[in-house]
């Protein structure tokens, strides 16, 4: 199974962590040395990024490399839990997180029969 990298979204946070920064594209093609078209392409995904790009960005931006990777399948999962799951449950109820509980037992039990299926198919 080949999994593969979705440069709109890794385009949509780099353009976020730009804004956030207070960059226009011309200020941060310029530090990672490309032209504000190609900054454009990259954040819109028409043009992947390249690793050292990202990298550089990565610097720049001041976000550690798995931020640009979060809705990617190569994101580290602590990352996933303690920068955007733990955030949403805090602001959860009490009887919201019940539900979120029972919520997560059913896809844990479903990813265990998807694993159990797969197991059996390649035997």
Known sequence: MQLELDY???????????LEKGLNQSDLGAMVGCSNN??????????KVSLSMLVKLSVILEKDFDYFLLDTPYVRQERIIN??????????SSMTLVTVSKILDALLEQQEMQRAERDRCDD
């Open 8 to 18: 709109i979204k890794i385009g949509r946070r780099i353009k976020a962590a730009r």
């Open 38 to 47: 190609h900054m454009s392409h990259v954040e819109v995904g028409q043009t």
């Open 83 to 92: 920068s955007e799951i733990s955030e949403k449950l805090k602001q959860c």
